[in-house]
């Protein structure tokens, strides 16, 4: 007779599991079930104009290397005309010519300091707020652009130079 205290004690436990009565949940699709997971999530975005901060210092930088161009042009002009009249290699007009060249190129690193500058800005306040302002990004870009192209211009303009005095 052992057996109906161990039978009880199983219907006992068995009814424990069930919860009396109460709405049972639906198997009908959950709303987040319907979103398709390959949709891009749409998310406000933040259209907050450019940090005044931000903006100066970027200004201020341009600034810088707008005046550096107008530097480095004028060396470039004179490596220019040196090479243009400078003799064979290591002749005296060519040694002349290579300083000039050297005097330009020194030129360029206000500009290249500006565009370096420009970008540790974007990756500060990248790592420091985990994000960037869609303006704040599209400032930074666009003073990055503008350096890039003038920094571009002196780059090339360098090796019109060096290939005429046969540098490389």
């Given at each position: 007779m052992?057996w109906?205290?161990?039978?009880?004690?199983?219907?006992?436990?068995?009814?424990?599991?069930s919860t009396?009565?109460?709405?049972?949940?639906?198997l009908?699709?959950r709303?987040?079930?319907?979103?398709?997971?390959?949709?891009p999530v749409?998310?406000?975005?933040?259209?907050?104009?450019v940090?005044?901060?931000l903006?100066s210092r970027?200004?201020?930088?341009?600034?810088?290397?707008?005046?550096a161009d107008?530097?480095?042009?004028s060396?470039?002009?004179?490596a220019?005309?040196?090479?243009a009249?400078?003799?064979?290699?290591?002749?005296?007009?060519?040694?002349?010519?290579?300083e000039?060249?050297?005097?330009?190129?020194?030129a360029?690193?206000?500009?290249r300091l500006a565009?370096?500058?420009?970008?540790?800005?974007?990756?500060t306040k990248?790592?420091?707020?985990g994000?960037?302002?869609?303006?704040?990004l599209?400032?930074?870009?666009?003073?990055?652009?503008e350096?890039?192209?003038?920094?571009?211009?002196q780059?090339?303009?360098?090796?019109?130079?060096?290939?005429?005095?046969?540098?490389?």
């Open positions: 052992i109906r205290p161990a039978f009880a004690v199983f219907v006992v436990a068995l009814g424990a599991c009396p009565g109460g709405q049972y949940p639906s009908q699709p709303a987040a079930e319907n979103i398709d997971p390959r949709v749409e998310r406000p975005m933040n259209d907050r104009p940090t005044p901060a903006a970027l200004a201020e930088l341009v600034s810088t290397a707008r005046g107008a530097a480095f042009q060396a470039a002009d004179t220019e005309r040196l090479a009249n400078a003799g064979g290699p290591q002749s005296e007009g060519w040694i002349a010519a290579q000039a060249l050297s005097s330009a190129i020194a360029t690193g206000p500009t565009l370096g500058d420009i970008d540790g800005l974007g990756a990248l790592q420091s707020q994000g960037l302002a869609p303006s704040d599209a400032a930074i870009k666009d003073a990055g652009a350096v890039g192209a003038l920094d571009a211009r780059a090339a303009r360098i090796k019109a130079i060096q290939l005429r005095l046969g540098v490389r």
